[in-house]
């Protein structure tokens, strides 16, 4: 059986650093691995609409956004197809015979979909497109008969709901469809990397977050600005690492070799820490720290950016093309679902 990989985002605006962190550094590690057959990373616009129905503006001018932010971080189209949901229509077809296979309460049930619909504040107007986007997210699974796909924790409940639709076609009909495997990521503090202001979810509606194509000094001022130990008041002071938000963009970004060239009086991490949680190094001191850090990684991220910045006609045109490919693959599972359902009249 081929390995491949179905991965995406949401086009509702620019990626930020959670994203990077949580998926798009891994997708490229996984991308240049040569472990899988096929890589496909979508961007969900319709998903996206299920939410932003009245303002689909908004979801249009952001697919280049993403675009550019995949390719600038080294996602490569030669070996990543990178395509855009809504031009594969079978996906859409794909969904309407999964729903006859899912309760209404199991839908309830699922707690990712419970915690985004109150993130959102839908309390009883909650989009039907939204409410089962569960169903959707299986679809483009095994559009692609992914075997893999890589989430965070917080999204291993839709994982498992898509296990269960596979399941439930399968033992109905015939094999056709795959059975997917969450990949989790390697670094536990980067499956959800907090705001700015310490909450627990980095997000665009929010304001806390930090975006990939952020300009520097707008990155220093977020920094500058970062949650960090509320009773760490003086320099001298023992300081806490929980819930410090500093310390948890340093776990996630930070390595050794970087304290040679910007803060070699330590060696490492962990020296940092213990100087930190037994008094005498600033909030102020570390945050510097961390903006350099930042920018170590970013810069080379934010310079391709702007290259591709010069041509955007040529970035949708990958995405085009990476459409018609994933069309083309999606078709073929539509075909063989619709013959194990028995419902291809006309087909030979």
């Given at each position: ?43 969900a616009d319709a998903q996206a609409l299920t939410d932003n129905a009245d303002n689909p503006e ?291």
């Open positions: 059986m081929k390995k491949i990989i179905l991965t995406g985002d949401r086009p509702t605006g620019r990626l930020h650093v959670g994203h990077y962190v949580g998926s798009l550094r891994r997708r490229v590690e996984l991308q240049n691995s040569g472990e899988y057959d096929e890589i496909h990373i979508m961007i908004k979801v249009k001018m952001n697919i280049s956004e993403v675009a550019l932010d995949y390719l600038s971080c080294g996602i490569d189209p030669e070996k990543s197809n990178i395509l855009v949901q809504s031009y594969i229509s079978e996906l859409t077809e794909l969904t309407f015979y999964y729903s006859n296979l899912v309760t209404v309460s199991r839908l309830q049930r699922n707690p990712t979909v419970k915690a985004e619909i109150q993130m959102r504040g839908f309390n009883t107007s909650i989009p039907v497109g939204f409410f089962t986007y569960p169903i959707s997210q299986a679809a483009d699974i095994t559009a692609f008969k992914a075997t893999t796909v890589p989430v965070g924790e917080d999204q291993l409940p839709m994982i498992e709901q898509a296990r269960e639709i596979v399941r439930s076609f399968n033992s109905t009909y015939d094999e056709v469809l795959v059975e997917p495997k969450a990949l989790l990521p390697e670094n536990e503090v980067c499956s959800r990397l907090p705001g700015v202001d310490g909450k627990a979810k980095m997000s665009k509606s929010l304001g806390n977050a930090i975006y990939l194509a952020d300009e520097p000094e707008e990155i220093r001022k977020k920094v500058m600005s970062m949650f960090t130990d509320p009773n760490h008041i003086r320099v001298e002071d023992p300081g806490s690492l929980e819930g410090n938000t500093v310390f948890t963009y340093l776990d996630a970004f930070c390595k050794d070799d970087m304290f040679a060239e910007h803060l070699p009086e330590y060696q490492n991490l962990q020296e940092m820490k213990d100087h930190y949680t037994r008094g005498g190094l600033g909030d102020v001191k570390v945050k510097k720290f961390l903006y350099e850090v930042l920018m170590e990684e970013l810069s080379p991220i934010q310079a391709r950016r702007k290259e591709l910045e010069k041509d955007v006609p040529a970035v949708m045109e990958i995405l085009r093309d990476g459409s018609v490919k994933a069309r083309e693959i999606a078709a073929q599972t539509l075909d063989e679902v619709k013959s194990a359902m028995k419902i291809n009249y006309w087909s030979a």
